[in-house]
Nanobody
């Protein structure tokens, strides 16, 4: 079971990035997948989640209207489209698979990927 994130990079404020999370070793067909982020010296925080069966989505308030989470069944991949990026979005972004419990808490996820760095700076 493995998750691999990609798509991060350096972008100016107001710019966009699309992160990808490819799953291998299991097929994403049920449950939730989530994106979290962790800035230096801070705890890992919830960003967005998607329910695989019906594409129900949830977002943290600070990214609503700017970020969009989606999934592709054929590619076994979850995406995070990030628009209107701000310096405070700078962090390492990780995807994970919800094991049980609240989808807003990182300790309820497993199969974390290695993360992809997003830096928003002019």
């Amino acid at each position: 079971v493995q998750l691999v994130e990609s798509g991060g990079g350096l972008v100016q404020p107001g710019g966009s990035l699309r992160l990808s999370c490819v799953a291998s070793g299991f097929t994403l067909r049920t449950g939730y997948m989530g994106w979290f982020r962790q800035a230096p010296g801070k705890e890992r925080e919830f960003v967005a989640a998607i329910k695989w069966s019906d594409s129900y989505t949830a977002y943290r308030d600070s990214v609503k209207g700017r970020f969009t989470i989606s999934r592709d069944n054929d590619k076994n991949t979850v995406y995070l489209q990030m628009n209107s990026l701000k310096p405070e979005d700078t962090a390492v972004y990780h995807c994970g698979r919800l094991r049980s419990g609240s989808l807003y808490q990182s300790q309820n996820y497993n199969s974390w990927g290695q993360g992809t760095q997003v830096t928003v700076s002019s």
